[in-house]
């Protein structure tokens, strides 16, 4: 016997690519994940952001200090703490060698990822990730 009240539902993967040029010294956001809202039009799907790649290069003569956190329900929680980017280098921080190798970084409904440096101009950040949206067939 089938249930007709049963929902069905679908998965949909978008990769995407923010880039930011880090142009202050203030704390900036990077991404905002939607927060699911199915009665507006478009309708606003249940979304999770899975960051696979965080690549920060320093393109000036000077090491730049970089913070990166997540801000989730008001509470704020740092992935990178004063990361030194050294002269000239670019570094992907969820592949390296010295802390996460193979991270990633799981964003939910309603967070924001932040970046900071103490130096403006200094870095360019491109993100690599999935949006996963839940729809309702």
């Known amino acids: 016997k089938k249930n007709k009240n049963r929902r069905h539902f679908s998965l949909a993967n978008t990769f995407k690519g923010p880039m ?3 142009t202050t010294t203030d704390l900036t956001t990077l991404i905002t994940v939607p927060t699911a809202n199915p009665g507006a039009t478009p309708p606003v799907p249940p979304t999770t952001i899975i ?3 965080l690549i920060v290069c320093n393109d000036s003569g000077s090491a ?3 913070d990166v956190q997540t801000v989730r329900s008001s509470a704020t929680f740092k992935q990178f ?3 030194n980017i050294a002269a000239g280098a670019t570094v992907d921080l969820l592949n390296q060698h010295d ?3 193979g991270g990633m970084i799981v964003l ?3 967070d924001v990822l932040k970046v ?4 403006a101009n200094q870095v360019h950040i491109t993100v690599a990730d999935m949006e996963v949206t839940k729809g309702q067939l």
């Open 51 to 53: 960051i696979k790649s």
């Open 99 to 101: 802390g996460i190798t």
């Open 64 to 66: 730049t200090l970089l």
């Open 116 to 119: 900071q440096a103490n130096a």
């Open 20 to 22: 930011l040029d880090v």
């Open 108 to 110: 939910q409904e309603s």
């Open 81 to 83: 703490h004063q990361k």
